[in-house]
């Protein structure tokens, strides 16, 4: 599990809105648009061999090289991160390595588009890897997003015995037994809140090893904080879940984007205008809906700062 922190990217991923260039020179029609994604983050992204592919990234791709008039393949990877990695090492990597052209969800955080603190990195497992894939390093290049087209932040879910409570701020979290993943943006948000004040209502659990939502169905929990997109995935993958959505959304988040390199230009300011295009048309909302995601639009500031620091100052 990899928890709400890297779910919007608060730890990592910032990059700033492309300029579309007027004199950017025409691309080929006939060249295949790659783009990496996610294989397990639905239901933004999701491949599971025997299964078709499926997710508002998966439909909002296949739009987009419509948009452009070219055929698209997409690079599916896995993200295990580690002491050496990180999600904007992992995009870097894939792109620098010709693996894609572009990264889908990228979350903008101020540091996702710095140079680099390391010259090379080693490239996340991906379909089609070799054993020698796995163990080398790949030289790194300099990161362009494309304008955001999604925006992610957590949320409050209700247990079935606090379904009716009306959550407005997390301060209506108070006298409601809270479960939380330790080591989660989430649990800095609920532990930190006012000096404290929720800590005596809190259980940590740790990711991976129990299931949040679904301890929260059997009432071990009132409420819990996370990615509203994994609530999606948890309502679409229980139909009949007793879970209920609060409504409330934290109010810092990050946008997703794509990501490409600074050096393919042409590319990012065609993908920007067939963003436009599609978001003007109503295309990338009713792609969401279509594959079961509770759709926010972006939204200022288009790059979000240190996320940490928003919290605790809160």
Not at 247 to 273: E, T
Not at 275 to 287: F, P, V, W, Y
Request: glycine share 8%; with cysteine.
């Amino acid at each position: 599990m990899r928890g709400a922190m890297r779910a919007i990217g608060a730890a990592a991923l910032l990059a700033t809105a492309f300029a579309a260039a007027p004199t950017a020179p025409a691309l080929a029609s006939d060249d295949v648009l790659k783009i990496c994604l996610d294989e397990d983050l639905p239901p933004l992204s999701l491949h599971r061999r025997g299964a078709p592919d499926s997710g508002f990234d998966v439909a909002l791709a296949q739009a987009l090289a419509k948009e452009l008039g070219r055929p698209l393949a997409i690079q599916w990877f896995e993200s295990k991160l580690d002491e050496d990695s990180s999600p904007a090492l992992e995009a870097n990597a894939l792109l620098s390595d010709g693996r894609c052209a572009l990264l889908g969800s990228y979350a903008l955080t101020r540091d996702s588009l710095d140079a680099p603190g390391l010259k090379t990195a080693k490239l996340p497992d991906f379909a089609g890897a070799t054993r020698d894939d796995h163990r080398r390093r790949v030289p790194l290049g300099v990161l362009t997003a494309s304008q955001p087209y999604v925006y992610s932040t957590l949320t409050v879910v209700l247990g079935p015995k606090a379904g009716a409570r009306r959550i407005t701020d997390i301060g209506d979290l108070n006298g409601l037994r809270i479960g939380i993943e330790s080591g989660t943006l989430a649990d800095a948000i609920l532990m930190n809140f006012r000096g404290g004040q929720l800590i005596d209502q809190i259980t940590h659990i740790v990711p991976g090893r129990q299931d949040l939502l679904g301890a929260l169905e059997h009432g071990e929990f009132d409420a819990t904080l996370l990615d509203l997109r994994r609530f999606d995935a948890y309502r679409a993958a229980h139909p009949d879940s007793r879970l209920a959505a609060s409504g409330y959304y934290y109010p810092v988040g990050a946008n997703r984007a794509y990501v490409g390199l600074a050096s393919d230009a042409a590319l990012l300011a065609a993908v920007n205008k067939a963003l436009a295009d599609l978001q003007a048309k109503g295309t990338i909302a009713e792609l969401a809906h279509e594959a079961g995601l509770t759709y926010l639009p972006p939204r200022e500031p288009i790059v979000v700062g240190d996320v940490l620091q928003q919290i605790l100052r809160k």
